[in-house]
């Protein structure tokens, strides 16, 4: 069971064309465990949960039913936080793989991310948080070919420059005493 203190974002679910080939995306990509399916009860459609922690029974929910159409998405985008500069690398090519488009890395300063197209059109992020803060939003090209020492160099460096730099644990602090 998720535990929280406060009212936290803690999972989302999409409208979907087409549930089956939605759901092989994000369990071939993000290994996402599916948890339960079925049609809801009150909410007619088809519905499966995936998750990919044991306390959560779902992070992510694909629901049948997108009107046929809607043909712009109005998610603006789904994150996937991810341990290290290859996790980024591996899933950016398993995305593709799988019929990902749009592909784009950028570099925040305070994150890596490669954002992406899912096969329906919805925004994807893939992220990895960085030990700095600088006032997003802020997006400078990411070049995945570098090795990560230079990635992380460069990354450090865009940071220092910037005239909103502080260390992350200086802006947790901050965060905290507006909470």
Not at 97 to 103: E, K, L, Q, S
Not at 119 to 146: A, C, K, R, W
Not at 147 to 167: G, K, Q, W
Request: a negative charge.
């Amino acid at each position: 069971m998720l535990q929280v203190s406060r009212p936290t974002p803690s999972h989302f679910g999409i409208y979907v064309f087409d549930v089956e080939k939605m759901v092989d995306f994000y369990k071939g990509v993000f290994d996402l465990v599916e948890t339960d399916r079925g049609v809801g009860r009150t909410f007619k459609a088809p519905l499966v949960f995936l998750s990919a922690t044991a306390d959560q029974h779902h992070q992510l929910v694909i629901a049948g039913g997108r009107p046929a159409q809607a043909t712009v998405s109005t998610v603006m985008q789904l994150s996937f936080a991810v341990p290290s500069i290859q996790a980024l690398r591996d899933l950016r090519d398993k995305a593709i793989v799988r019929g990902a488009t749009n592909v784009k890395p950028l570099n925040h300063g305070n994150a890596l991310s490669v954002y992406l197209s899912d096969p329906e059109g919805n925004t994807v992020e893939i992220y990895m948080d960085m030990p700095f803060y600088i006032s997003q939003p802020h997006g400078d090209p990411l070049d995945l070919n570098q090795d990560d020492d230079s990635i992380l160099r460069e990354t450090e460096a865009i940071c220092r420059n910037d005239p909103t730099f502080m260390p992350i644990e200086q802006w947790q602090a901050q965060f905290g005493q507006r909470a």
